[in-house]
């Protein structure tokens, strides 16, 4: 486990995207915007086919006063008592899931955080000096790694509601998100293809170069998950060097030509300019004054979208990197020198690339997914947003 303060999460920035990266995260709302409640009612459908009791959990920072905590059923806040060190149990927030085949409505309220469900078994939060400590199931000894469980992350504010379906730290129980608004209409995403769950895991199973151990079992062999290739670095089950030679490659390619990054889909004129010199790429504007530099990335790097691919919430080291991020993954940097490339058909074709997001993309009955940080670069990720909603959708999905 870790201290959610240390873990990188998209709930915690998706309204900050919003306003920077507009174009990339958020959708014009067809009528003026309502006031958004300060609770939202979210329908929690189980057509999962399992006979497991499913316990929900609504975990979060409450945006009107900055406090980090839970919300129960009827999205009541509760704030954390204090934490210690070693850390000690935190507060049971369960909250009991429908039964298959059944729904239930809970209240959430404007939160930056996630909505966790399990299937079995709660799962086990402490509370360090830090603040709340969330499963990090690439850690062999967490309390949650023999858990089968998932979550969305959301913003709810008083722009409207962001939620997701991602995948970003694991591909685990399947399910989907939604959000109606105050015109009826409804949205969608998360929803795997028919035998979509079965078949991510026998094509990672099948693809060389190690990706089949990012696949974690119980005891018994039944699958929990499959950790994201960061976590799989993290955890040694993934060669640290599953990149490098596509990066051997790019580096070579713009130590004599140019990359192009426009990464502003409604400022087609903000365009920056990168070459290769040694061990680092750097950045020009218009004017030729360099604005950014990065070193060149490592494998962890590129499926973090951090540490050597950093991205600051500011206009332009930070859109600039998450361009190259998704450059990266996709793999489209050595085909396009103009990024991004957002044509789909262009993304995963050379043979060394994200292939847990490929394998992702693969299997979704949209197409969409969060299979890496920035899977939102040219609008390919699985999030609802609506200005005006006047409810939320949680639907856990079949396992075949």
Not at 121 to 142: E, S
Not at 166 to 188: C, E, H, I, L, R
Not at 318 to 335: D, E, K, W
Not at 339 to 351: G, I, L, R, V
């Amino acid at each position: 486990m870790r201290a959610s303060a240390k873990r990188r999460s998209l709930a915690t920035v998706l309204a900050a995207l919003a306003l920077s990266f507009g174009p990339f995260l958020t959708q014009a709302a067809p009528q003026a915007q309502a006031a958004v409640p300060s609770t939202l009612p979210m329908t929690v459908t189980n057509n999962s086919g399992r006979s497991d009791q499913v316990y929900i959990y609504d975990i979060g920072t409450l945006l009107s006063t900055g406090q980090q905590g839970w919300a129960d059923a009827g999205g009541t806040f509760h704030a954390w008592p204090a934490g210690a060190n070693p850390p000690t149990a935190a507060p049971d927030a369960s909250i009991a899931g429908p039964a298959n085949g059944q729904t239930a409505t809970i209240n959430i309220p404007q939160f930056s955080g996630r909505i966790y469900f399990s299937y079995g078994q709660k799962l086990v939060f402490k509370l360090a000096t830090g603040g709340l400590v969330q499963p990090a199931v690439q850690n062999p000894t967490d309390p949650n790694h023999n858990i089968l469980f998932n979550w969305s992350e959301y913003t709810l504010n008083s722009s409207g509601l962001w939620l997701n379906s991602t995948q970003v730290d694991m591909f685990s129980a399947p399910y989907a998100v939604g959000v109606k608004n105050t015109a009826g209409t409804t949205q969608s995403t998360g929803h795997l293809k028919s035998g979509g769950y079965n078949g991510f895991f026998t094509s990672l199973k099948a693809q060389p170069g190690g990706w089949g151990n990012l696949i974690q079992t119980n005891s018994s062999g039944t699958i929990l998950r499959a950790l994201a290739p960061g976590h799989g670095i993290e955890a040694g089950t993934l060669s640290a060097s599953a990149m490098s030679d596509y990066v051997n490659r790019v580096w070579t390619k713009y130590s004599t030509s140019k990359l192009t990054v426009t990464p502003f889909a409604d400022q087609p004129n903000t365009k920056y300019f990168g070459t290769v010199s040694g061990n680092t790429m750097n950045f020009t504007d218009s004017t030729g004054a360099v604005v950014t530099s990065f070193q060149k990335p490592d494998s962890a790097s590129i499926f973090g979208c951090d540490n050597l691919l950093d991205a600051p919430n500011d206009q332009v080291r930070g859109p600039i990197s998450r361009t190259l991020c998704a450059g990266y993954n996709r793999s489209t940097l050595l085909t396009d020198a103009n990024q991004p490339d957002t044509n789909s058909a262009d993304f995963y074709q050379d043979t060394v690339t994200n292939q847990y997001a490929r394998k992702i993309h693969e299997q979704m009955a949209d197409g969409k997914a969060y299979a890496f940080a920035f899977d939102d670069v040219g609008n390919f990720e699985s999030l609802v947003n609506d200005a005006n909603p006047t409810r939320a959708y949680l639907t856990l999905d079949p396992f075949n």
